[in-house]
């Protein structure tokens, strides 16, 4: 777990050597530091920050080379820093881009069943 006095460079060195000797325990370690990062969040932000996070455990478990995944996280990251930038210098074009994305559903009406004995049998 990482506590607020443990130096980045030290718990990057201890999960290094723990992903050499045991990957399984790698991922739980990652996987509570995340939690522990996530729950450290204003509370209006948790949520989107965990859809974040679901977001991109999806896209990296298609990757079980540690390089590969590495990259892919460079990858997302660029990504959303480039989203970050847009949104930055034209927010407006943002908005409208997002609003315009949206689509309303389409409501189907269902129709009502008058008698029991009209429906098909189900067969098993």
Same mark, same amino acid.
């Given at each position: 777990?990482?506590? !607020? ?5 030290? /718990? =990057?060195?201890? /999960?290094?050597? +723990? ?7 790698? !991922?739980?370690? *990652? ?11 204003? !509370?209006?932000? %948790? ?26 996280? +460079? ?21 409208? !881009? ?8 389409? +409501?189907?009406? =269902? *129709? ?10 189900? %067969?098993?």
């Amino acid at each position: 777990m990482l506590n !607020e006095n443990q130096n980045i460079d030290d /718990l =990057l060195e201890g /999960l290094s050597s +723990v992903y050499k000797e045991d990957p399984q325990e790698f !991922e739980e370690r *990652r996987k509570q530091i995340i939690e522990q990062t996530i729950n450290s969040f204003p !509370e209006e932000y %948790r949520q989107r920050a965990k859809g974040l996070q679901f977001t991109i455990d999806c896209q990296l478990r298609r990757y079980k080379d540690p390089i590969m995944r590495m990259n892919k996280m +460079v990858e997302i990251f660029w990504e959303h820093f480039a989203l970050f930038q847009e949104t930055i210098t034209d927010p407006e074009k943002i908005l409208q !881009e997002r609003m315009a994305e949206r689509q309303s559903a389409k +409501v189907i009406p =269902l *129709r009502p069943v008058k008698d029991q004995d009209d429906l098909p049998a189900v %067969r098993h």
